[in-house]
């Protein structure tokens, strides 16, 4: 596999070696200038929209490996039945340690669950 060599130049990314051939960037300037503050706020809430939502399917994804209900799920790992739930519908994201032991109880279900008693 040969290697290539690249550099930004004049806002163009263009190889170097023999001959060095011009190639084209990803990002179109002109649409990225003539983007709205209005537009970019509807991106951010899209983006933010979207990562609740995989947060929640994620969330779900977890406790439904741990066989538990949210009731019995919210029990085992210490949390209100109300934050399961809010995790679940994309209401609150997990944070912190939330996050790191829904980690944990992902990658080693049994092993969480048994060391948390």
Request: proline fraction near 6%.
């Amino acid at each position: 596999m040969a290697r290539l060599r690249a550099r930004l130049e004049d806002g163009t990314l263009k190889t170097t070696g023999r001959p060095p051939r011009r190639l084209r960037g990803r990002i179109d300037p002109r649409r990225v200038d003539a983007t709205t503050e209005a537009e970019i706020a509807r991106h951010i809430a899209e983006d933010e929209a979207e990562a609740a939502r995989d947060a929640a399917a994620y969330a779900r994804r977890v406790r439904r490996r741990t066989g538990l209900t949210q009731a019995a799920f919210a029990a085992r790992i210490g949390v209100p039945l109300d934050t399961v739930r809010n995790w679940e519908q994309g209401k609150r994201l997990p944070a912190g340690p939330a996050r790191a032991l829904l980690r944990v109880l992902d990658r080693a279900p049994e092993a969480a669950l048994a060391a948390l008693g």
